[in-house]
């Protein structure tokens, strides 16, 4: 199958219950862990393989039904770190199923082009063969500046790996001298994950009745709302999606004060970082690596209050203008 199957039309009650959930907060990011295929394939005597081949079917399907609704963005679970483990059978007959459906993406470019769909590669490439690199590079660079949705697709990945990633980045970055210890937060670790270009996950669906996540977003899913489906990937039907969309809806209001106040503390964390480090910057002491710590600044900037005064608060907003400036160098460099 392709990647942009014909179009059925809806029927009239999947156009009312779409205009219905349009009607309420509809995700923008829709991340899918796609499992049950091999279950599938034994359920209906199928080669595991085949089981794979209807996984892609559905999620081709899948895309259209989350583009009809104004879901922007899709992450998808292709291939985990973890699935090299599988036989060698089954894992070469994932890596052909890919080949043949990046290599009909290319053939079907003007199709990608004309729905404007931007496709981005999450994960160590390195780890696939070089054809399937190759041809995963060319679907990136050709969908590039589609800016209609995009779809992120998940190959060689895991979240702890990407973390692990992450840190290397900043680590070295410390070592080159681009940022410094101190600079190290959350939000420079987030701006070095894969999904550093994507807006945050609203909802996460996994098929097949597992209740976990398998080492996929961990990061990106801490406010998101989650729904597990008890259907096989393959039998993955619009009904199942509407149905994860209305439990999006009825979370809502609670999942955007969870984020809401995360980023409030997250702003705060960062702000009495700034003054503590502006203060050991005052005091001489600079946290390059190996430079000493004097411990009687540290307790002092350690049990700061953030600074009442305007003198003080001018010398925290330098200290957070020039760490900013030095973040965005880094991240260029990366
Ligand atoms: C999980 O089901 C599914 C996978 C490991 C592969 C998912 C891949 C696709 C749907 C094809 C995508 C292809 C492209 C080109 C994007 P499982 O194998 O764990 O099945 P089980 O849970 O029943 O054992
Ligand atoms: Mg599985």
């Not at 981005?120 to 041809?135: M, S, V």
């Not at 049990?303 to 973040?327: F, S």
Request: aromatic fraction near 8%; charged fraction near 25%; charge should be negative.
């Amino acid at each position: 199958m392709t990647w942009f199957p014909e179009r059925r039309q809806p029927t009239w009650l999947q156009r009312f219950c779409e205009a219905v959930l349009k009607s309420g907060p509809v995700p923008r990011h829709v991340a899918i862990i796609m499992d049950g295929n091999r279950r599938f394939a034994v359920k209906n005597s199928m080669e595991k393989c085949e089981g794979h081949v209807k996984g892609f079917d559905k999620l081709a399907e899948t895309l259209e039904w989350c583009l009809d609704l104004g879901i922007t963005e899709v992450t998808v679970y292709a291939f985990s770190i973890e699935n090299f483990k599988r036989s060698p059978d089954e894992v070469n007959g994932l890596l052909e199923l890919s080949r043949q459906k990046f290599a009909k993406l290319l053939e079907e470019r003007n199709l990608i082009q004309e729905h404007g769909v931007c496709v981005r590669i999450l994960g160590d490439i390195a780890l696939l063969p070089r054809d399937l690199q190759e041809l995963l590079a060319e679907a990136v660079t050709i969908s590039a500046n589609n800016d209609r949705a995009i779809l992120n697709v998940c190959f060689a990945y895991t979240s702890r790996d990407d973390m692990c990633h992450a840190m290397r980045e900043m680590t070295d970055g410390v070592k080159e001298g681009f940022i410094r210890e101190s600079d190290i937060s959350e939000g420079l670790l987030e701006k070095c994950l894969y999904t550093s270009h994507s807006r945050h996950v609203d909802l996460l669906i996994r098929t097949s009745g597992e209740v976990r996540l398998s080492d996929f977003l961990l990061w990106e899913s801490a406010y998101s709302c989650l729904a597990f489906v008890k259907v096989l990937w393959p039998e993955f039907s619009i009904w199942n999606l509407y149905a994860a969309i209305l439990h999006y809806q009825r979370n809502y209001g609670k999942i955007q004060i969870a984020r809401q106040n995360f980023m409030i503390e997250r702003e705060r964390l960062q702000r009495e970082s700034d003054h503590r480090y502006m203060l050991e910057e005052e005091a001489g002491i600079c946290s390059k690596p190996g430079s000493p710590v004097d411990t009687k600044t540290s307790v002092l900037a350690t049990n700061c209050v953030l600074p009442q005064n305007k003198n003080a608060q001018t010398l925290v907003q330098q200290y957070a203008k020039a760490r900013k400036e030095r973040e965005d160098t880094f991240l260029a460099h990366v």
